[in-house]
């Protein structure tokens, strides 16, 4: 029974370390949760702190994921419209033009929100980097979290 978990927690992390690159996936949860399974069948090879420690992490990163787009589209001159934008171009490039989309379709989004509101070329695309800067930083920070989680995970199996 004990290499069914082990498995499942391989799984689970190979599926968080995904979840950091492809959106609707939950990266740094799923990691977690590979933590949280080994934690039990293998005799508890972490301390309760690490497990707090990392899960209070897993829940900064996860929220922080949502705002700091939001932060990057607003810190480079976006508005309202340009963060929906982007919010739409980024479900739209993620089932239409995958992989690329996931990357294009938040600073197409942003740069066309811009627009349709009025603002001038030079604002928008600027919001736009904006939003594809936030994008990069949250997936970059999910990454680094999962990948450390992983880390542990595969240090207490080996």
Do not use: H
């Amino acid at each position: 029974m004990e290499w069914f978990w082990i498995t499942l927690g391989v799984v689970l992390t190979i599926a968080g370390i995904a979840g950091c690159i492809v959106p609707l996936i939950p990266g740094p949860p799923l990691s977690y949760a590979a933590l949280v399974i080994i934690q039990f069948a293998l005799n508890e090879p972490f301390t309760g702190r690490f497990m707090v420690i990392w899960l209070l992490l897993t829940i900064a990163v996860t929220l922080l994921d949502y705002f700091v787009p939001i932060w990057g589209t607003r810190k480079y001159g976006g508005s309202r419209s340009g963060m929906w934008g982007a919010t739409i171009g980024l479900i739209i490039g993620i089932f239409f033009f995958p992989p690329m989309g996931i990357v294009l379709g938040p600073f197409i989004g942003a740069y066309v929100g811009e627009l349709i509101i009025g603002k001038d070329s030079a604002t928008a695309i600027r919001s736009g980097f904006g939003s594809f800067v936030g994008f990069v930083a949250g997936t970059v920070m999910k990454l680094a979290v999962s990948m450390i989680m992983a880390f542990y995970f595969f240090k207490a199996i080996i």
